[in-house]
């Protein structure tokens, strides 16, 4: 039930390797792991979000899905990740 709730708002694969800017990381992105909605590879993806977001550098998006890549974890997952306390700890950093 959770995995079909789920796979209405997941990033379908083929949609985000035919945008331009992609294009150069075509080749890394055919991992079914990288999309798909599975323990081990959402668990690892929540873990390294949660990881970048405190971390005090500019584009915590971007060195998310970078190191995603590195771990083959979720993509997409990792990427939303980092949204969830950044509101709340840019006063402090």
Same mark, same amino acid.
């Given at each position: 039930?959770?995995?079909? +709730? +789920?796979?209405?708002? %997941?990033?379908?694969? $083929?949609? @985000?390797?035919?945008?331009?800017? &992609?294009?150069? +990381?075509?080749? *890394?992105? $055919?991992d079914h792991r990288l999309w798909? &909605?599975?323990?081990? !590879?959402? @668990? =690892?993806?929540? %873990?390294?979000? !949660? +990881? ?5 550098i500019p584009g915590h998006v971007?060195? %998310?899905?970078?190191?995603? *890549?590195?771990?083959?974890?979720? /993509?997409?997952? %990792?990427?939303?990740? !980092?949204? /969830?306390?950044?509101? @709340?700890?840019?006063? =402090?950093?």
């Open positions: 039930m959770p995995r079909r +709730f +789920f796979r209405k708002f %997941a990033f379908k694969r $083929h949609q @985000v390797t035919e945008r331009w800017f &992609i294009y150069p +990381f075509r080749h *890394l992105l $055919h798909g &909605i599975r323990r081990r !590879t959402v @668990v =690892p993806a929540v %873990a390294w979000g !949660t +990881f970048v977001e405190f971390l005090p971007l060195v %998310a899905v970078l190191g995603s *890549l590195k771990l083959h974890c979720n /993509i997409p997952v %990792a990427a939303l990740t !980092t949204f /969830i306390s950044n509101p @709340v700890t840019i006063g =402090p950093i």
